[in-house]
């Protein structure tokens, strides 16, 4: 299974901007999915994931109430719309997807290539 993101870009703090993540592959269904960032010198840590069967979203504390995950089955997409952005959030955007390939019969774990995102202040 293939991601690929795209909608990363320069902003001025305060602004917004909303990522996507398109999978594409044979027939696949999804667990979980999630963001993730990176920013230079840091770890890749957690921006929000949610779970196929679940009802919500769990979000970093640095970025609730500012950042919204959502998903389009229909479409195979998935979003993450960022708004009041700061500074902090500068970093390299992957999305990632856990799920089950039934013609293979093989679990998968995929990312997409990443997506620069930069806040000037």
């Known amino acids: 299974v293939q991601l690929v993101e795209s909608g990363g870009g320069l902003v001025q703090a305060g602004g917004s901007l909303r990522l996507s993540c398109v999978a594409s592959g044979s027939v696949f269904s999804i667990n979980v999915m999630g963001w993730y960032r990176q920013a230079p010198g840091k770890q890749r840590e957690l921006v929000a994931r949610?779970?196929?069967?679940?009802?919500?979203?769990n979000y970093a504390d640095s970025v609730k109430g500012r950042f919204t995950m959502s998903r389009d089955s229909a479409k195979n997409t998935m979003y993450l719309q960022m708004n009041s952005l700061k500074p902090e959030d500068t970093a390299v955007y992957y999305c990632?997807?856990?799920?089950?390939?039934?013609?293979?019969?093989?679990?998968?774990?995929?990312w997409g290539q990443g997506t620069q995102v930069t806040v000037s202040s």
């Open positions: 949610l779970t196929s069967g679940g009802n919500s979203t």
């Open positions: 990632n997807v856990d799920g089950f390939q039934p013609l293979a019969r093989l679990p998968f774990n995929s």
